[in-house]
Structure formats: structure tokens, C-alpha cells
């Protein structure tokens, strides 16, 4: 009899886990068969500074003329945008 290479329904667990020395420790157990391959995505936090959120928030208006801000501005304050009209 022949294992089925991948027809499935895949599933997905997303778990924390720890590198060191060279290797993944999951932080909590994994309910897996002995020898189970699995396919692993490796998501970085990555820390920002307040100076960093800072300085990204100084640039978002950088190079448009002060009619464009306005414009900018208008749309974000005006919440009507943020939503759907309702279907009719």
C-alpha cells in the first residue's frame, strides 16, 4: 500500500518556536508521526524603534504639496469611506 504524497487536505498549525544551534525548537508539543515531513515557514519579528516609528511617520507626507495633504487628510477623517454601503 502506498502513503499518499501530498493529494490532501493539508493542515496548518501555527506554532512559536525557538533556533538554536542550528536547530528549530518547537515551544510546545506537536502532535506528529514519527518521521511526519512537514513544510516550514519562518516568520522574523522584527523590532522597530519609537524613533524608527517616529521618522516613518515624518516621511508620509514627504514630496506632496500642502493641497495634497489636505486632500489626504480629508479622506482619512472622513469616515464615511471606511465603510460599505449597505446592499440593496
Known amino acids: 500500500m502506498t502513503e499518499p504524497q501530498g493529494d490532501g ?27 511526519a515531513e512537514v513544510q516550514v515557514t519562518v516568520e522574523i519579528e522584527v523590532p522597530v524603534s519609537t524613533d524608527e ?20 487628510e480629508a479622506i482619512a ?3 464615511r469611506h471606511f465603510f460599505r454601503e449597505p446592499a440593496a
Open 9 to 35: 487536505n493539508p493542515m496548518r498549525k501555527t506554532i512559536k518556536a525557538r533556533y538554536h544551534h542550528g536547530v528549530l525548537q518547537p515551544l510546545e508539543p506537536l502532535t506528529l508521526a514519527d518521521e
Open 53 to 72: 516609528i517616529l521618522q516613518r511617520a515624518a516621511r508620509v507626507y514627504h514630496g506632496l504639496a500642502a493641497e495634497e495633504v489636505a486632500q489626504v
Open 77 to 79: 477623517l472622513d469616515r
